[in-house]
């Protein structure tokens, strides 16, 4: 009950379930498609430090929780590699825009340092390229199934 009334009413709920289910399955679909395989040594990392940073341990997770947190994991690491990988070059970080946000941040006393912030912004690329390709293959999807469904009429 809690849960519901944290994320708002039932039915933004299920809208909610509904579209992650429907993002994990075309993301795993063009991550097959463009044959991205991660090491599980790497997906151990990026699990590790997951729940590190939530101060989880995984002991207590049940097993079946820990199996499919540790496949979303897996899914979000393959997929921010096909992002990379289809995106590199687009990917560029402008040096004058972050040394200004450091001095920026200097007078403000907050002390990022340079790589975490170019971190940062790679990473809100990488964001945006990742939900503008998502929506490419949503689109994709959604022509070959109004056109399978005019087949099913004819």
């Given at each position: 009950?809690?849960?519901?009334?944290?994320?708002?009413e039932k039915k933004n709920l299920k809208e909610t379930?509904?579209?992650?289910?429907?993002?994990?399955?075309?993301?795993?679909?063009?991550?097959k498609n463009n044959k991205i395989f991660i090491e599980?040594?790497?997906?151990?990392?990026?699990?590790?430090?997951?729940?590190?940073?939530?101060?989880?341990?995984?002991?207590?997770?049940?097993?079946?929780?820990?199996?499919?947190?540790?496949?979303?994991?897996?899914?979000?690491?393959?997929?921010?590699?096909?992002?990379?990988?289809?995106?590199?070059?687009?990917?560029?970080?402008?040096?004058?825009?972050?040394?200004?946000?450091?001095?920026?941040?200097?007078?403000?006393?907050?002390?990022?340092?340079?790589?975490?912030?170019?971190?940062?912004?790679?990473?809100?690329?990488?964001?945006?390229?990742?939900?503008?390709?998502?929506?490419?293959?949503?689109?994709?999807?959604?022509?070959?199934?109004?056109?399978?469904?005019?087949?099913?009429?004819?």
């Amino acid at each position: 009950m809690k849960i519901l009334k944290i994320l708002g009413e039932k039915k933004n709920l299920k809208e909610t379930a509904h579209a992650n289910l429907i993002n994990e399955k075309l993301k795993k679909n063009e991550i097959k498609n463009n044959k991205i395989f991660i090491e599980t040594k790497i997906i151990d990392n990026y699990y590790s430090n997951f729940l590190d940073k939530l101060k989880i341990n995984k002991i207590v997770l049940e097993e079946e929780f820990k199996n499919k947190l540790y496949e979303k994991v897996r899914l979000e690491v393959e997929w921010n590699n096909l992002i990379y990988k289809l995106y590199y070059n687009k990917i560029n970080i402008n040096t004058a825009e972050i040394k200004n946000k450091l001095r920026y941040e200097d007078k403000k006393n907050n002390f990022l340092n340079e790589k975490k912030l170019i971190d940062l912004e790679k990473n809100n690329k990488i964001k945006v390229f990742s939900n503008y390709h998502l929506n490419i293959i949503k689109s994709r999807a959604s022509i070959k199934y109004y056109k399978w469904k005019k087949q099913l009429r004819l």
